[in-house]
T-cell receptor
Framework: GENVEQHPSTLSVQEGDSAVIKCTYS??????FPWYKQELGKRPQLIID?????GEKKDQRIAVTLNKTAKHFSLHITETQPEDSAVYFC???????????FGKGTMLLVSP | GAGVSQSPSNKVTEKGKDVELRCDPI?????LYWYRQSLGQGLEFLIY????????KSGLPSDRFSAERTGGSVSTLTIQRTQQEDSAVYLC??????????????FGSGTQLSVL
């Protein structure tokens, strides 16, 4: 089955800095890569996703890049704000009858 | 309902007791997932239901864990003879369907299970 590794486990940045979270996956058949954000005490919510037919996707201050050859993908957050503080999970799956496998999460702390 | 509903929100039980956790997905969502969230362990996949297909039970950690989904809607996760290591937040999620355009998971608020 799929295995997703996520780094770092914790990340502290100053407000306004950029943050990058990296994930690798094992199954070359995986073709869907979402990112979920979980604020303290709340449920995870999808913030952005990318499919294997594109290399990069942007949505305002967040972007995701995908390198299929290396089997890794990254989340980039620019101009970080305190409200970006949360745990971020990457995930991977093959579009079809398969589960969504998550990484172990990255706790991002943005200090004012 | 407006979202995925889970009950109870908190459950405290004694070691060795059985517990049932309930998930009511968003109406019309054919895919339903159970995940377990322990501190530092991320979102651990337990079981996946998709329509009328046989569920993917590959994530269930032992035969003490089972789940069913009746009528393609409400799901119940049962843990028999609970152990302290079962303590975690159990999250349910649903999605409209698997496939290229309907893969967004909507999570419930979870059940915090504490086994004393």
């Amino acid at each position: 089955g799929e295995n997703v590794e996520q780094h770092p486990s914790t990340l502290s940045v100053q407000e306004g800095d950029s943050a990058v979270i990296k994930c690798t996956y094992s199954d070359s058949a995986s073709n869907y890569f979402p990112w979920y954000k979980q604020e303290l005490g709340k449920r995870p919510q999808l913030i952005i996703d990318i499919r294997s037919n594109v290399g990069e996707k942007k949505d305002q201050r967040i972007a995701v890049t995908l390198n299929k050859t290396a089997k890794h993908f990254s989340l980039h957050i620019t101009e970080t704000q305190p409200e970006d503080s949360a745990v971020y999970f990457c995930a991977a799956r093959y579009t079809g009858y398969s589960t969504l496998t998550f990484g172990k999460g990255t706790m991002l702390l943005v200090s004012p | 309902g407006a979202g995925v509903s889970q009950s109870p929100s908190n459950k405290v039980t004694e070691k060795g007791k059985d517990v049932e956790l309930r998930c009511d997905p968003i109406s019309g969502h054919t895919a339903l997932y159970w995940y377990r969230q322990s501190l530092g362990q991320g979102l651990e996949f337990l079981i996946y239901f998709q329509g009328n297909s046989a569920p993917d039970k590959s994530g269930l950690p032992s035969d003490r864990f089972s789940a069913e989904r009746t009528g393609g809607s409400v799901s119940t996760l049962t843990i028999q003879r609970t152990q302290q290591e079962d303590s975690a937040v159990y999250l349910c999620a649903s999605s409209l369907a698997h496939g290229a355009t309907n893969e967004k998971l909507f999570f419930g608020s979870g059940t915090q299970l504490s086994v004393l």
